[in-house]
């Protein structure tokens, strides 16, 4: 369970550069809760996520995982409640390491590496049953390094990560973004997959309007940091493209970005 109140965020405050990236912000998501964010250019979906995963402090509200109040807690110790999964296919894993010692690495997610580095046996098997899911033959390369894989292997492999010991909350900015097409929708197969099989509760950034549609449980809309509409369940589903486009038009010509509008061909 994720609860977020009140919570507001200045960059340069004080400065001629003074920007309220986020406006009191409200919001709970209940275990399980698949939830997609769209907003255009600069309306703090980015922010909402860094404040949640403790990038930078906030100035007002509160934010609690689970009933644990991480307001004030470090990025690194909030990191164990925390799976996350950026744009760059290239910031999840290390390009220069094994993808088993990548593996390694996310298994002792918020705990002291130590002696402890070495590989089990037990890991391995696990590890092969881990990568045969994403069906690219990856669990016969476990000591092939990162670097060689593709863009769509890697973020693969990254979202693997972020959910191998199962996080509270998963947070997806646009993990999706640079990848061709067809390498897109397999990647978000294996989210929604992921998210349903240990019942994620999830936060998904996207510019595509129809992704925010297919995929999860409920749908924010953001603009000029501030939530502008919130659906669930049923309602969501019911949901279209346009239905969207007329709550954009209502927020304003810049709540819409050319990417969203590209998202919706
Ligand atoms: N680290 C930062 N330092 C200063 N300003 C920032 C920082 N991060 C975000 N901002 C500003 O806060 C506002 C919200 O940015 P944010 O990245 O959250 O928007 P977004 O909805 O994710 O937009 P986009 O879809 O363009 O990535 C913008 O005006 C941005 O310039």
């Not at 191998?164 to 397999?186: F, G, Y």
């Not at 992921?194 to 449980?217: C, P, W």
Request: charge should be neutral; include cysteine.
């Amino acid at each position: 369970m994720l609860e977020v109140k009140n919570m507001v965020k200045t960059f340069f405050k004080g400065t001629i550069n003074e920007k309220t990236a986020l406006q009191g912000i409200n919001l709970r998501l209940e275990e399980g809760d698949f939830c997609t964010v769209i907003g255009g250019n600069g309306a703090g979906k980015s922010t909402l996520l860094n404040s949640i995963a403790g990038v930078f402090p906030v100035d007002e509200g509160q934010i609690t995982i689970n009933d644990i109040d991480v307001t004030k807690m470090a990025e690194y110790k909030r990191a164990k409640y925390i799976g996350r999964v950026f744009q760059d296919p290239m910031v999840g894993t290390a390009g220069n390491m094994q993808i088993e010692e990548n593996l390694i690495l996310a298994m002792r997610r918020g705990k002291r590496l130590g002696l402890k580095w070495a590989f089990k046996d037990s890991e391995q098997a696990f590890f092969k049953e881990r990568l045969a899911l994403l069906g690219l033959g990856l669990e016969e390369r476990l000591s092939a390094r990162m670097g060689l894989l593709s863009g769509g292997q890697r973020q693969s492999i990254t979202l693997l990560m972020a959910t191998m010991l199962r996080p509270e909350i998963l947070l997806l900015d646009e993990h999706t973004a640079a990848l061709d097409p067809k390498t897109a929708e397999n990647v978000l197969q294996l989210t929604e997959k992921l998210v349903s099989e240990h019942n994620l509760t999830t936060l998904m950034i996207t510019h595509n309007m129809r992704d925010a549609l297919r995929f999860g449980n409920r749908l924010i809309m953001m603009d000029a940091g501030r939530i502008i509409y919130d659906v669930k369940g049923e309602e969501k589903k019911k949901l279209t493209v346009q239905d969207l486009l007329e709550k954009f038009e209502v927020a304003g010509e810049n709540a819409l970005s050319d990417r969203m509008v590209l998202g919706t061909k």
